[in-house]
């Protein structure tokens, strides 16, 4: 679409929306930003004040009068009045992500997953960094007439995590690199896929807005469903979602429990991890390697914390391959890369109590991950706002593996009667594991605090949302912090 004089109408103001409204002004489209909070802040619009409208407090039907695009942040619903109206009145809808791969230059690297996306994001970010670095390249530009996508300049890292990448695509060139994490919320709309996907895992997650497991498992597969031929799959063998998902694009499987055939990643029996790859699509240089089969570093030397991240690490490398990115720099990242923030985090050793910051785990399935990572005792600080998700499982590991659980917040009490269930259910190997009821994450932290000693942990993993209480994840994990380095 040329959107000069196009009206737009963009429903929710926060960081995708207000990106996306920013570059339609300058594309000179008439754009209205739209959001349910009347208070919203706009300081960061200022500088457009007489070049766009605002519809705060509501989204009202009367906004489609004369619309000739819908464009819905991450955060907004599919079902809510005005996009069903849309729909009805035959309003295309959009959102950020689409309209980047509709402009963007480059090739793109995009990255879903029901948990380690954003590790495996900023892994792939890192190791095409390094590899570009080590390349030895030069900025300038290529006498061949072909797409130059051999001699990349930069490696620009966002989407669903950091900056929206919209913001950044006036300046990304053809021989750039996009490595792009995708939401499901922002999946369920696009009709364009990455020249690399990667799917890190499917399980449950996100039902409070997807309703049924079908229709996220739907949203998420949205990130194959546009590959031809020539494009790539990254999917993970070891989950029984993706292990039975297959497109025509080219596949590379990862895993830590066997040898895939044929190409990909995965850990041998004796702790290595191994990449192999016949024939590398994209290529860092000229002189990149077309074929890699290479160990490219034992488990023992990640600094990253458990079995999860091991996936991860797979998953980014087998990326990383296909854009001829040599071994040596998986290894490079690989064994240095001490992960994100509020993703497990250690944040005080006081007094031989570890505290960690683990505030990214909003379902069940990434607290357990978590729990598994740790032999010592665990104190686990769990709540927020539940995602209409299955608890049992999570109950049960908690009264396996925890010293203590201290649950928070709104779904505290649900994920309290779900732990009683469970111990009724099973044997718990005569160990007595305390549940402690608080209203907040803060004075869970101080009874955290009460009943810790030498050789604890204290894990934050809520395993819910943060929005009962906070903006989001990382501000839930950032005032974790700061009440755990408070002084008593």
Request: hydrophobic share 40%.
């Amino acid at each position: 679409m040329t959107w000069q004089g196009k009206r737009v109408v963009i429903l929710g103001a926060a960081r995708q929306g207000t990106a996306l409204a920013r570059w339609l002004v300058a594309q000179g489209a008439r754009v209205t930003l739209s959001d349910m909070n009347a208070h919203v802040d706009l300081n960061g619009l200022a500088d457009l004040n007489g070049q766009m409208t605002f519809a705060l407090g509501g989204h009202p039907l009367a906004l489609l009068d004369d619309c000739d695009a819908l464009c819905l942040s991450g955060g907004v619903p599919i079902d809510l009045p005005i996009v069903l109206e849309a729909r009805r009145r035959g309003v295309p809808l959009s959102n950020d992500a689409q309209i980047f791969f509709e402009v963007c230059p480059a090739p793109i690297i995009g990255i879903t997953g029901s948990a380690g996306k954003t590790t495996t994001t900023t892994l792939i970010g890192e190791m095409l960094k390094c590899a570009v670095a080590d390349s030895g390249l030069r900025v300038g530009e290529s006498d061949s007439p072909q797409p130059v996508i051999q001699h990349p300049k930069s490696v620009w890292v966002g989407g669903n995590i950091g900056n929206p990448l919209i913001s950044d695509v006036q300046c990304i060139q053809p021989n750039d690199f996009v490595v792009m994490e995708l939401s499901s919320f922002q999946l369920e709309l696009m009709t364009r896929s990455p020249r690399i996907a990667c799917i890190t895992n499917i399980t449950p997650n996100h039902l409070d807005r997807h309703s049924t497991m079908e229709a996220y498992i739907a949203a998420k597969r949205h990130i194959l469903d546009f590959q031809t031929a020539d494009d790539w799959q990254v999917l993970s063998a070891d989950n029984d979602v993706t292990a039975g998902m297959n497109t025509n694009a080219r596949t590379l499987w990862f895993s830590t429990c066997a040898e895939p055939q044929g190409d990909g990643a995965w850990m041998d029996e004796d702790g290595n991890l191994r990449i192999r790859i016949s024939d590398c699509g994209l290529r860092i240089a000229d002189s990149a390697q077309s074929a890699i089969d290479e160990i490219i570093c034992h488990r023992r030397e990640l600094l990253l914390m458990g079995e999860h991240n091991i996936l991860n690490v797979l998953a980014a490398s087998a990326v990383c391959a296909i854009a001829g990115a040599p071994a040596s720099v998986m290894r490079q990242v690989a064994t240095t890369f001490r992960g994100v923030a509020h993703r497990l985090q250690l944040i005080r050793d006081d007094a031989g109590v570890r505290w960690y910051d683990d505030s990214i785990a909003t379902a069940p399935e990434r607290l357990m991950a978590a729990l598994k990572c740790f032999d010592q005792p665990v104190i686990l600080l769990c709540g927020g706002r539940d995602k209409h998700l299955p608890w049992g499982e999570a109950a049960q590991l908690m009264l396996e593996r925890c010293k203590a659980v201290i649950l928070f917040g709104e779904m505290g009490p649900m994920v309290g009667e779900e732990i009683g269930r469970t111990a009724g259910e099973v044997q718990n190997a005569g160990r007595s594991v305390a549940c402690i009821m608080r209203q907040t994450l803060q004075e869970a932290v101080e009874a955290a605090r009460e009943i810790a000693g030498k050789g604890d942990v204290v894990l934050l993993s809520p395993g819910g949302t943060s929005y009962d209480a906070f903006k989001d994840f990382a501000e839930r994990g950032d005032r974790f912090r700061k009440w755990v380095n408070q002084t008593r």
